[in-house]
């Protein structure tokens, strides 16, 4: 067996590999410290890993010891063993997306003896479920969890607490003396209400409220019906058996709220699902409940094509001060086939302008640099841009996520470079492909002047304040400005919403 907290075979304590855990009544519990790396990063907002806080409540719920190392920043392996010294876990657990996994693999690499031994390491999220080969080519990961894991982590720990073999958890891949087993996944969650609230409380989640402009995120739903090719749903409705697209209930939904609110100060409420106006009459009933137990100002994502009068008339009511709608290609060739986005240009104009017939602040996302994509298609999305002036816009670069068709399609044309292996190579900010018909310097310099040539026509000042944002000391300027960011922000929103607007502004 690999190594673990107890052996295996005789299910006694092996005190040389493992320190001493508490017990109750006769059990010894694991303790579990979750990783979490959100290094090099685009904007510099503190983040909650939504995933860990609720495997978090689970394990406690279990009578597990839970700890949480955040890796923020610049790259600082101490800050790891400094938390393997003071907490001595069982097992070390990362959730990771594509973009972090290289942390995770250098993190592991910079585990010395001394904090190795008696650790089993584990690794969950994004990454592991879209390339489970991420394990055999990783040195020092014992184990990955694919798809969706609150119940099987909770089994893998038992397994351990009660020294039975967690070789054979379902959802798991694990290592054993230079093979790998690959158990069959679970099916996806049906009842998500039976899932605990997220475990907050081991991050610092008040300063990560405050980092984000006062907002609380919440996800109403798991799974997405479409199949866009350059986004993990695809990957992620396959890797599991079972309905992928779920909501939870309105109550359950409207409840967690309640708890958060006790808990912390929050000014806005962002709910963070692309879905959420999928099912009409669920917003209907949803509307009428927070209007009526959370009263604050809301903010949502959509998609275009689901987007009605009626609906957003009922959303703004509620207290919908703003909204954001992706676009991501302005050319219909780009968006439909290469990305396989379904809409037309027509239904993302009609979306914003109901969403401003209603008097909601909008914003467009939107992508650069796509495989096959010219400079020529790329004006295409400026041109619509300027059609449906949205209040605020984001501009990033295409991030080729391994799993997906369209990192293979990448993958076989040969688009791929290793700039992504460099410390100075930050996603969404610089890009990974190299093609003959849209290079390297012309994306970059298209990303950068995106904004800029949106809004010169429509508000200079405005276009001038994003070229900066957008330019290639722009992250770091903005972080010297974060005193004054919130005026910088009001000012790019601009002055059609108030009371709801000012209590939450970002590009």
Known sequence: MVRCARNVKTGQSDSKLTPKRGSVKGRNLMRILFAYTDINIKGGELNCNHGIATLSAILK?????????????????QILTQQIASFRPDLLAFSSMSAQFRYVKRLLQDLDQKHRRGLLTICGGVHPTSVPECLEETDGLDAICIGEGEHALLEFVEALEQGRDHSTVKGFWVKDNGKIHKNPSRDFITDLDSIPFGDLEIFDYQKIINSNYGRARFFVTRGCPYNCYYCCNHVFRGSQ???????????????EMETV???????????????FTMKEDFVYEFCDQYKKRIKLPLMMHTRAETVTLD???KLKDAGCYRVAIGVESGNSFIRNKVLNRKMSNEQIIKAFKIAKEVGMVTKSFNIVGF??????????????????????????????YPGTKLYEVCKEKRFLT??????????????????????????LKCYRNFAFNVYKKHSLPKAILYRIYYSRYGED???????????????????KSKGAATACRAV
Do not use: C, W
């Open 61 to 77: 719920q279990a009578g597990h010891q839970i700890n949480l190392v955040y890796l923020y920043g610049k790259y600082d392996p």
């Open 241 to 255: 058996s079972g309905k992928y697209v779920r909501f939870r209930s309105i109550e359950n939904v409207i409840r």
């Open 261 to 275: 609110l006790s808990k912390y100060s929050v000014k806005v409420i962002f709910v963070e699902d692309d879905t």
């Open 311 to 313: 609906m957003f008339k």
């Open 371 to 400: 495989p096959f994509e010219t400079e020529t298609h790329f004006k295409n999305t400026i041109k619509l841009n300027q059609e449906i002036n949205p209040d605020l816009l984001v501009i990033n670069t295409f991030d080729p």
């Open 418 to 443: 290793n700039l992504d292996e460099s410390d100075r190579f930050i996603p969404r900010t610089d890009t990974v492909l190299n093609m003959p018909q849209f290079s390297r310097e012309r994306i």
């Open 477 to 495: 300027l903005i972080k010297l400005l974060s005193p004054i960011k919130d005026y910088l922000f009001s000012f790019v929103e601009g002055k």
